[in-house]
């Protein structure tokens, strides 16, 4: 097949919709498919060359969240590109410039087109005090999933949210985790002495961006009701719009360890004692699959796509979401805890080892087959 994909979001920067997106670019290239994927402006890393498949538009940072690009695809160009790419089917991965621009060509060149849902927006309003705001939001979101055959989201859960707010032509592309990238062998005891770390200390670790949205405000209350901090250090891995903040609060305890990718982030994540996961606004939770496939006790809030794979006290420890004394006493007892934690970190490995990418890929393929072969024309963009 030859897919186009549309989507603000993508290499080189780094997000779990980001990651997700060259993870399916890299999987229907190594099955023999070809990919052409439209995305906005990012400054590449030093001395790195663009991704081949890459068409870039003009982009500007979005004002609410620099991190992201906003694009302006000129679109006679995109057009021309994509009609000469000549694909069997568009995949918009965001709904907004560059997801209109990928509907607009559809309908242009007649080309069946399925969207992926990976962002809860209604929760993301709320944490930036814009929940006014999604009484049109969810108007426009309705009107753009209506140009589409399908809407693909990564759990059950999202999904059903979509059905109550209107949008009822969905279906599920979940996740899976590559469980040798990800895996205890890479635990690195260098690592953990570069924290400042003893043997017989505690490291509890967050792995995700460092934003508002990911309840990371919830984590940090929830260290300072902790009750054995002294010999135990909170490391956030990733980058983000709190960083600054919290670099100046200067937290005891606290670690801000940037961005880690390839070894170093598999190092990471394997060297914990604990990976805590306070997020409430999971369409699926990716880092959490990650953190079971690098064999950790995880401590999770029990909402959003979460709760689609993980089990309390089976491979999970599930705290009641946006409550920071419920974190503080779940960590609390996975590290006074030396059996739970080694259950639920075998219950966590054997859990990701049951979701293989491969499988998943299989199933997403075949549902773009499925459209390409049954295509009906969207309406008018």
Known sequence: MRVALFSEVYWPMVSGVGVTLVR?????????????????????PPGAADRPEVH????????????????????????????????????????????????????????????????????????????WVMGAGWSYLRWFYRHTGMVLSPSGVYERHLNARGVHNT????????????????????YRRSL?????????????????????????????????????????????????ELARREIPGLVL??????????????????????????????????????GLPCLAAAAGGVVEFARHGSNTWLVDAGNPAAIAAGLDRLLADDELRRALSAGARKT?????????????IAQYRALAGGYVEVQAA
Not at 24 to 36: E, I, N, S
Request: proline fraction near 5%; include cysteine.
């Open 257 to 294: 360890a940037g961005l880690k990718e390839g070894i170093d982030l598999s190092a990471a994540y394997a060297s914990a004692d604990v990976f805590a996961f306070p997020s409430t606004t999971e369409t699926f939770g990716n880092v959490l699959l990650e953190a079971m496939a690098s």
């Open 171 to 190: 279906g599920i592309w979940t996740r899976g985790v590559d469980t040798e990238y990800f895996h205890p062998r890479f635990r690195s005891e260098s």
């Open 24 to 44: 399916l670019v890299d999987a229907l290239k190594a099955r023999g498919h070809a990919v052409r994927v439209y995305s906005a402006t990012y400054e590449l």
């Open 352 to 364: 990701a080892c049951e979701r293989r990418w491969d499988l998943i890929f299989d199933e997403l």
């Open 196 to 244: 400042g770390l003893g043997p017989r200390d505690f490291l509890v670790t967050y792995v995700g961006r460092i934003a508002r949205e990911k309840d990371l405000d919830l984590l940090l209350r929830a260290w300072g009701m902790l009750g054995r901090r002294d010999d135990a250090r909170l490391v956030l891995v990733g980058r983000g719009p709190m960083e600054a």
């Open 56 to 131: 870039r538009s003009p982009s500007i940072p979005l004002f609410l969240y620099p991190d992201v690009q906003w694009a302006f695809p000129r679109h006679r160009e995109v057009l021309e590109d994509v009609a000469a790419f000549a694909p069997d089917i568009i995949h918009v991965a965001t709904e907004f410039a560059m997801g209109k621009a990928g509907l607009k060509v559809a309908r242009q060149l007649g080309i069946p087109v399925v969207a992926s849902a990976h962002t809860d927006y209604e929760k993301y309003a709320v944490r930036y005090g814009l929940d």
